[in-house]
């Protein structure tokens, strides 16, 4: 089992251009989650998606958006990219309809910088 | 969002148990408690989560207050290994953690 993959492993952009990183989930999973961890500091949740729709969302603006595919696959794309958004984003995977609450799988993340 | 309060550092010897304390005054009757862990440069990685009743696992013991607004994670014999940030999270859901700054702990050789 490959666990979560996530690609790129490391991107730099320049300020204002868009980004789309993505992740697969771990096997069995439905539900994949996303996190922004700037350097130095605790995940912060981004959003989640299952059923291919998304079903909660952090405090983050509408730059901010995502996607998922039938095989539960994810992409996070982020529009007018700041300085501010460099940070490592990681993926995080889960199966909704366990019988009780479980672990997320987390991938070894996107480093993203902006300049 | 779900608020947990832990030491920001600590430091413990190879070989020796290690209890990281977490307090949790506002959980509510469903919310597990999740311990996740972050070594340098990687994802975090799922250690330990319950509900009401001690817990062990391979990697670590958790022990639960009486009334729930305390816990504590227990690594019996430390390892080089174990150096990492460790995160204490209250949840109804595995889908949306909110995670604080956590405790990094550092092992002596």
């Known amino acids: 089992d490959a666990g979560v993959t996530q690609s790129p492993t490391h991107l730099i952009k320049t300020r204002g251009q868009q980004v789309t990183l993505r992740c697969s989930p771990k096997?069995?999973?439905?539900?994949v989650s996303w996190y922004q961890q700037a350097l130095g500091q605790g995940p912060q949740f981004i959003f989640q998606?299952?059923?291919?729709?998304?079903?909660q969302r952090g405090n983050f603006p509408d730059r901010f958006s995502g996607h998922q595919f039938p095989n539960y696959s994810s992409e996070l794309n982020v529009n007018a990219l700041l300085l501010g958004d460099s940070a490592l984003y990681l993926c995080?995977?889960?199966?909704?309809?366990?019988?009780?609450?479980?672990?997320?799988?987390f991938g070894q993340g996107t480093r993203l910088t902006v300049v | 969002d779900a608020k947990t309060t832990q030491p920001n550092s600590m430091e413990s010897n190879e070989e020796e148990p290690v209890h990281l304390p977490c307090n949790h005054s506002?959980?509510?009757?469903?919310?597990?408690i999740h311990w996740y862990r972050q070594l340098p440069s990687q994802g975090p990685e799922y250690v330990i989560h319950?509900?009401?009743s001690n817990v062990n696992n391979r990697m670590a013991s958790l022990a639960i207050a009486e009334d729930r607004k305390s816990s504590t994670l227990i690594l019996h014999r430390a390892t080089l290994r174990d150096a990492a940030v460790y995160y204490c999270?209250?949840?109804?859901?595995?889908?949306?953690?909110?995670f604080g700054q956590g405790t990094r702990l550092t092992i002596n050789p």
């Open positions: 995080a995977s889960s199966f909704i309809g366990a019988a009780h609450n479980t672990e997320a799988f």
């Open positions: 096997s069995g999973h439905d539900t």
């Open positions: 998606y299952y059923e291919e729709e998304e079903r």
């Open positions: 506002t959980i509510s009757g469903t919310d597990y």
């Open positions: 319950g509900l009401t």
């Open positions: 999270i209250f949840t109804t859901a595995a889908q949306k953690l909110v």
